[in-house]
């Protein structure tokens, strides 16, 4: 793994057996607030006007969306439940070499350091925020409850296509109630017809950086 900074001044990896980045080189945090936090988690709370949510991510990677999802409750009355599914943990140094704590708030950073390898093994709670990371593939992930939000973070489907295929979108949607929102970075021509014939609306928005579009499924049966 190589430490990269992006042009936001954050940092992401590279990994080497996918060759590819696990952030946008165009600013790793900024993509993580505008497609993940923003896009997804803030526009479900403003849509239901609940103050519980219940959010999975496909790809957990660095921790990064996570980190942004506490920042952003921080100073809101919301009660957050996060589900991470990551077939190949990160181990802890690699995690420290990130720092996210350079621009994620300090104390959160270290909240989430401490309790990465216990959120490994079982449910943890941090600043609020109740989480798990589930160290399998996702073909293999059970869960006894739905979720509100599912933030879609894999690798891109050029260096990864069996995370986009419609078998591994079927079974995403399992676990997704009526009105639930998916957010990715991605949009494409593929995408979007499997999703709708999973019974999903399709929203194309403004991309973060270096990305003209990016898509939010809203799921309507």
Known sequence: MKKITTKDGS??????????????????????KHVFVHSGLAYYVEQN???????????????????????YIAHKNLSVDYT?????????SDLKELDHGEYVQKPLWSAF??????????E????????????????DFTHQHLFDVV?????????QPEMWTEEVLSKI???????SVFVTYAITGNLKRRLKKLGFEIQKLPGAPGKREMLRAVKEK
């Open 49 to 71: 006007k609940t103050k519980k949510v219940k959010i999975l991510e496909v790809g957990f990677g660095t921790g990064l969306n996570l980190l942004t999802t506490m920042e």
């Open 113 to 122: 350091l401490s309790s990465y390898e216990s959120a490994l093994q079982a």
């Open 84 to 92: 991470g599914i990551e077939a190949y943990p990160l181990s802890l």
């Open 173 to 179: 949607t399992h676990f997704m109630k009526r009105g």
């Open 11 to 32: 940092h992401t990896l590279y990994n080497p057996q996918i060759k590819e980045h696990y952030h946008s080189m165009h600013g790793a945090y900024t993509e993580s």
């Open 124 to 139: 943890t709670t941090i600043h609020h925020v109740s989480f798990q990371i589930c160290p399998v593939k996702l073909l």
């Open 151 to 159: 933030y879609f973070d894999a690798f891109s489907e050029i260096h």
